[in-house]
Nanobody
Framework: QVQLVESGGGLVQAGGSLRLSCAASRRFFSINAMGWYRQAPGKQRELVATISSGGSTNNADSVKGRFTISRDNTDNTLYLQMNTLKPEDTAVYYC????????????????WGQGTQVTVSA
């Protein structure tokens, strides 16, 4: 199997920055897309940003102009640069990969990390 491990979360004041990283414990055979999602207390998990295998990105309206998703294709490490953070960005941030782990996999699956807490104080 594979593990996605997020890091880089923490406590920051409003207006500050954080950079999240997500590393996979092994290489995927192929990746359709990777992304970041977040879940605030009492709310559903929501999409933050995604990046396709071709490098196309998609950001939620709430983070456009502030967050940037990127990926290092040499080791499939995913990043999320978060600038101008707001208290409403407080959530657990999850890494996702929609991918085929092995050549023998007939379909892509969604793999999730355990999450990293981001807390933005006012």
């Amino acid at each position: 199997q594979v593990q996605l491990v997020e890091s880089g979360g923490g406590l920051v004041q409003a207006g500050g920055s954080l950079r999240l990283s997500c590393a996979a414990s092994r290489r995927f055979f192929s990746i359709n897309a990777m992304g970041w999602y977040r879940q605030a207390p009492g709310k559903q998990r929501e999409l933050v940003a995604t990046i396709s295998s071709g490098g196309s990105t998609n950001n939620a309206d709430s983070v456009k102009g502030r967050f940037t998703i990127s990926r290092d294709n040499t080791d499939n490490t995913l990043y999320l640069q978060m600038n101008t953070l707001k208290p409403e960005d407080t959530a657990v941030y999850y890494c996702n990969a929609n991918a085929r782990l092995r050549f023998s996999d007939t379909s892509a699956y969604n793999y999730w990390g355990q999450g990293t807490q981001v807390t933005v104080s006012a």
